[in-house]
């Protein structure tokens, strides 16, 4: 996440693919570990031009997030926004029903997001979801 946000995309690109690939091995494809790096890999494939495999990375973090955590968890909240700029981003011939499924979906993610109690309107999570702004998400493992 680190190196996007300095602008080295591709060293990006590769370390989370290294990342994820390591999570998918040590962990359970749906732990929330490996969900939570396939959110931010989503977002590197987006920035590095690969809108695709950003939708299809992006849809399986957002489905395995609210599986796994439930819809109004803020990572799940996250995956959807996150899903919904992607989608709406689309400029191919689908872009207008993938457009409509955004703004569902991005409807739904503002939603849950001012409506919850742990993140609410003044939340930085709840002002990016509403700014249509992408979210990453840090894995920050339980210190024992």
């Given at each position: ?107 739904e993610a503002e939603r849950r997001a001012t409506g919850s109690r742990e993140l609410g ?24």
């Open positions: 996440m680190l190196l996007r946000l300095t602008g080295e995309r591709e060293a990006a690109l590769e370390l989370s693919i290294r990342t994820l690939d390591r999570f998918r091995r040590l962990l359970v494809p749906h732990h929330p570990y490996t969900l939570t790096c396939m959110l931010n890999h989503a977002t590197d494939l987006a920035e590095s031009g690969d809108h695709e495999q950003a939708l299809t990375v992006g849809r399986e973090a957002y489905e395995g997030l609210t599986e796994v955590l439930g819809p109004d968890h803020c990572l799940a909240v996250a995956a959807a926004s996150n899903l919904a700029i992607e989608l709406r981003r689309d400029d191919s011939d689908a872009a207008e029903g993938r457009h409509e499924v955004a703004a569902g979906l991005h409807a309107g003044d939340h930085p999570l709840t002002r990016a979801v509403t700014r249509w702004q992408p979210i990453d998400a840090d894995i920050e493992p339980p210190v024992t």
